[in-house]
């Protein structure tokens, strides 16, 4: 279990005690854009692991751009590599295609670069300008394609691209520089060469570039472990380019979601996706399916909710995948819900390690967690993994039970953990009353639910008094881990109703670490993140 945990991401290349070197993949930010958008690859990685969470950032690639990264890990290699990016000592070799003429086949342009609204414009060089010199060869012609190899000498932003597009080759998928539209921008960082910080030796990194594959494939490559992990978002909306369209991998299965069936182009492309599985690396999708996204699900039965076999074999009643190395049971026919939300997986696995992010660590091993609104203790499973005594309740004996049966096929025993049926504010006040303290606490409620005891409960409106409700049960030094999918909560309301919950219980607000949507569920403005997250450790 601790290899599949601590397991480096696909996406890394190298490391020692000086340096991170990773292969970005295209659609993700070297860095958040915003503290409420979707983490970059640099917060990704800072958090996931104790030993990254000093990481500096040194260099930057475009969202769109995929290839090598470096990232410090010590001062020495801070300092060392600063000064090898500003002495233009440390060398880059990105490809790039374009399905324009390029000639003569090696040629340097020099020019300054000047902004212009969202993107940069090339000028001659002028005193006191930002100049920018980029050496161009051509690799290979095929066709209307030519892959041509670019060697920044200086570092500007942009600059390969307005350099290509100033040539009148603008590079494919590249629209804002006249590029013809694509899957993506067919620009790859293929390699990084320097010297090494510690030993003061010549190093090379390099990653082949992969143009040809999806970018929202590449994308779970880059950030999904396949021996820990099998059941994950695979196309995300607008983000991958199909508005409205969700499509997750579970298992040996597909399950495609959308407010409408599915049109003959989303029916190739679930095919496509499909196939993209059928390959001796990969397990294979035995069936397809489709569920329609309704605003009345609480008026459907479970049979009308549960999503349809689109094609192959029908899965069995229930199935098994793996996350993070642990096993949870899955079924297709038990409603809206097949029984994990994938969305969730970071966190769960936070609860595994022991650790939440840069400074924030969790109890040891034989501290006490409660998990309110537990569905089937997805959390509960993986903090008993990680040494807690858990504590699960919910309003559904059926959940709880479903919750007991993914404790078995992990190895736990459920008789030595607590599972409570029953109202969660009614339970949050009798548990208060019987002196009952946790070190972990989660909150996870439903947008919306109805209780006889309670009445409504909605997170737009009810999130703080849910919290005030649960904090006489933490701890001091207590860890807090409070999450909404409620998509009309906006995240600023959201911490301040905690923070007003927190303050309204006497308690003080210690550290928080805010996360977003995981990196297989990419954020856009078309379609911004919905789910928001925060570790609170309290006073």
């Known amino acids: 279990m601790e290899f599949l945990v601590n397991a480096a991401p696909p996406c890394v290349l190298f490391e020692d005690d000086h340096l991170l070197v990773v292969n970005k993949p295209a659609g993700m930010n070297t860095h958040a854009p915003s503290p409420f958008s979707g983490e970059g690859l640099y917060d990704w990685l800072r958090h996931r692991e104790p030993r990254w969470a000093s990481l500096a950032i040194l260099h930057r690639l475009d969202k769109d751009t995929s290839g090598v990264m470096l990232f410090g890990k010590s001062d020495l290699a801070n300092h060392s590599l600063t000064q090898q990016f500003t002495a233009h000592t440390l060398h880059k070799q990105y490809i790039l295609e374009t399905d324009h003429a390029v000639r003569p086949d090696t040629f340097t342009v020099t020019s300054a670069l000047v902004r212009a609204g969202d993107k940069y414009v090339s000028r001659p060089v002028f005193p006191g300008g930002d100049t920018a010199e980029t050496r161009f060869t051509v690799l290979s012609r095929e066709g209307n394609r030519t892959v041509v190899r670019a060697e920044p000498i200086t570092g500007r932003t942009h600059q390969i691209r307005v350099h290509a597009a100033d040539r009148g080759f603008p590079i494919l998928g590249d629209t804002r520089y006249g590029g013809t539209p694509a899957a993506r921008v067919y620009l790859h960082a293929a390699q990084i060469s320097l010297t090494h910080p510690g030993t003061n030796q010549p190093v090379t990194f390099k990653a082949e570039p992969h143009f040809s594959a999806h970018p929202n494939l590449a994308l779970r490559r880059a950030v999904i472990t396949p021996e820990a992990t099998n059941a994950f978002r695979l196309l995300h909306g607008a983000a991958d380019g199909w508005p409205g369209w969700y499509v997750d991998r579970l298992g040996n299965y597909l399950l495609s979601q959308s407010e409408q069936p599915l049109s003959d182009r989303q029916q190739a492309e679930l095919w496509r996706l499909g196939e993209s599985f059928a390959v001796p690396s990969q397990e294979a999708i035995l069936g397809t399916y489709h569920k329609i996204l309704s605003r009345e699900i609480r008026h459907l039965r479970a049979e009308d909710a549960s999503p349809r076999l689109c094609a192959g074999t029908t899965a069995p009643e229930r199935f098994g995948i793996r996350e993070n190395g642990v096993q949870f049971e899955l079924?297709?026919?038990?409603?809206?819900?097949?029984?994990?939300?994938?969305?969730?997986?970071?966190?769960?696995?936070?609860?595994?390690s022991g650790h939440v992010a840069a400074g924030i660590r969790l109890p040891q091993t034989g501290a006490r967690l409660l998990n309110v609104f537990a569905y089937t203790c997805g959390f509960s499973v993986c903090a008993a993994l990680g040494g807690f005594a858990t504590t699960s309740l919910d309003l559904s004996k059926k959940y709880l039970d479903w919750g007991r049966r993914n404790f078995s096929l992990n190895g736990l025993d459920p008789a030595q953990h607590d599972f409570i049926f029953g109202d969660a504010?009614?339970?949050?006040?009798?548990?208060?009353?019987?002196?009952?303290?946790?070190?972990?606490?989660?909150?996870?409620?439903?947008?919306?639910?109805?209780?006889?005891?309670?009445?409504?409960?909605r997170a737009e409106k009810d999130y703080g008094r849910l919290a005030e409700a649960a904090l006489p049960l933490l701890l001091p030094g207590g860890i807090l881990l409070a999450s909404t999918n409620a998509a009309g909560l906006e995240p600023e309301r959201f911490l301040e109703m905690l923070q007003g919950g927190v303050q309204r219980s006497g308690?003080?607000?210690?550290?928080?670490?805010?996360?977003?949507?995981?990196?297989?569920?990419?954020?856009?403005?078309?379609?911004?993140?919905?789910?928001?997250?925060?570790?609170?450790?309290?006073?």
Do not use: C
């Open 331 to 352: 079924s297709m026919g038990e409603g809206y819900s097949v029984g994990l939300f994938l969305d969730q997986r970071d966190n769960r696995r936070r609860l595994l």
């Open 425 to 457: 504010f009614d339970w949050l006040k009798r548990l208060a009353k019987k002196g009952r303290k946790f070190d972990v606490i989660v909150l996870d409620p439903p947008t919306f639910s109805q209780s006889r005891e309670r009445g409504v409960f």
């Open 507 to 539: 308690r003080d607000w210690v550290a928080s670490h805010y996360v977003p949507q995981p990196p297989d569920f990419p954020v856009t403005r078309q379609e911004p993140a919905y789910l928001k997250t925060v570790w609170v450790k309290v006073g």
